[in-house]
């Protein structure tokens, strides 16, 4: 089961999360565990 939360506090989020996907224009850039992945890249992933 998956929950997609669509949430403004980024820090609220990566504490939530077990995984991650960043999307940008329908398309998956970035993807998985929220520990692999780290909190920097998630951070430039997602700031425009």
């Known amino acids: ?3 997609v939360p ?13 995984s991650c996907v960043v999307m940008r224009r329908g398309r998956v850039t970035l993807t998985g565990a929220r520990d692999a992945v780290g909190r920097d890249e998630l951070v430039r992933g997602v700031s425009l």
């Open 1 to 3: 089961m998956a929950i």
């Open 6 to 18: 669509v949430e403004q506090y980024f820090d609220f989020a990566y504490e939530l999360a077990d």
